[in-house]
């Protein structure tokens, strides 16, 4: 873990109706109990949900974030799509982009770099996913895999300032799988090794709970984590935060 804030995504999905927001109140009364500790909540849940929940959190430090984005940053004929800036305008603040669940419905790494472009013009964060699925880990491909992702998803963006890395090894999405310790710290120091001196955050995601949070938070130079399945629930949520920075 850094000295940094620590970061807190809650990615949900699609999972979530309007009822599902009262389960914030847990977490924003822990929020303002545990003012004076460094770190950070951002919540994304569907499109749906972003304007209530906006504004739900709007006395609070708790943000919020979309889960992707269209690549165009204007308006459009396009059936279905929300553009970066439509989610701005609801008070979204950050956007993961590059996620492999999107990956594996054919998003490539070009169009990840467009929707990444568009997300920094709307002046929004960007949750930017990396990582190997298992045929690539067990092939010792992740190094190449990752450097190709880093390099076409950023390519040509020069101010890298709203980029933060989540590196979620595919493998681990959802399964209850995580890296060993060795093999996550390597992974994490490879990540920091392809950007100049002044690195992203880097955060970890797949299958963070509040059993195994307390051995990856060891993980030196990790800023946090990007937390699915576990974010549902603000009990679990809340005993993850707690066993991190706590
Ligand atoms: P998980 O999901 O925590 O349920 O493994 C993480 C993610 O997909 O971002």
Known sequence: MTNKYIYFVANWKMFGNLRSLNSLDK???FSKTNKKKKYKIIYCPPNTLIRPMSKRLKKTTIQVGAQNCHHTY???AYTGQVNSSMIKS???KYVILGHSENRQIGETDNLINLKIKSAIKSGLKIIFCI????????SKKTNQILKRQIEKGLKSIKNKSKIIIAYEPVWSIGT???PKEAALTQTISFIKSRFAKKYPKILYGGSVNNKNVEKLKKIPNIDGFLIGGASQSSKKFIDI????II
Request: charged residues 35%; glycine residues 16%.
């Open 131 to 138: 990582g190997e699925t298992l045929k690539e880990k067990r």
């Open 90 to 92: 609801v008070g979204a």
């Open 241 to 244: 935060i707690q066993k991190t």
């Open 74 to 76: 204007e308006f459009g």
């Open 27 to 29: 977490v924003i009364k």
């Open 176 to 178: 209850g799988a995580i």
